[in-house]
């Protein structure tokens, strides 16, 4: 569960660069991409909404490195090696991910994800100043489909809806996007500050 919580975190956030005048979801992903790698330093604030509650958390970005924090999950990851800490197991788990595990992770893992094992479609706007993509993937997955909302006035990722196979319904909402943040190395490094005093920290590498 933590690495699909993070996925959803990634996924929603990593949308919010994408320009709603893009030619074509495909494209959008692309200048999404590109975004990020000139954007410098990224930080923004998101809220999850599902049946059993709701979440709030930071995340952090810059180039291939990232941090996300909240109760439910924090995770740091420098480009080369990733802690993950979750309540459930009250554990920090210290790996090298593949290439493949960085998909549920990675900002720019995720991004290529889409284009490769996602459909990708332009959906009609229920609402004004709105551009919604639907995605549903090519394979079987966790989330039977996935919805963005952008604001057009801004460009700018307002909601995302994650429909899993099981019935459940995540909402997302991404506020404050700040980019240029003067982001150090140890950001991205394991903080034990973050985590209850004591915490095992178990390394799998």
Do not use: H
């Not at 993070?6 to 005048?21: C, D, K």
């Not at 509650?53 to 999950?73: D, H, N, W």
Request: aromatic share 10%; charged share 20%.
């Amino acid at each position: 569960m933590k690495k699909q919580f993070i996925l959803i975190v990634i996924a929603a956030i990593v949308a919010g660069f994408m320009p709603a005048a893009a030619q074509s979801p495909a494209a959008m992903l692309d200048k999404c991409v590109a975004a990020i790698n000139q954007a410098g330093g990224v930080t923004a604030s998101y809220t999850i909404t599902a049946s059993n509650g709701t979440s709030s958390g930071t995340i952090a970005m810059q180039g291939t490195k990232f941090r996300v924090l909240s109760p439910e999950a924090k995770c740091w990851y420098d480009g080369k090696t990733q802690w993950a800490w979750s309540p459930a197991t009250g554990e920090v788990n210290v790996t090298n991910p593949t290439a493949e595990e960085l998909q549920m992770t990675n900002p720019m893992a995720a991004a290529q994800s889409f284009k490769q094992n996602w459909n990708l479609k332009k959906a009609k706007a229920r609402t004004p100043n709105t551009y919604v993509i639907k995605l549903t993937p090519k394979k079987k997955d966790n989330i039977k489909q996935l919805w963005l909302y952008f604001d057009t006035t801004t460009s700018l990722l307002r909601t995302a809806r994650f429909d899993m196979q099981d019935g459940t319904v995540y909402k997302i909402q991404i506020k404050g996007y700040k980019t240029r943040q003067q982001l150090t190395a140890t950001t991205f490094s394991y903080d034990k500050s973050q985590v209850p005093a004591g915490t095992t920290v178990v390394d799998l590498r």
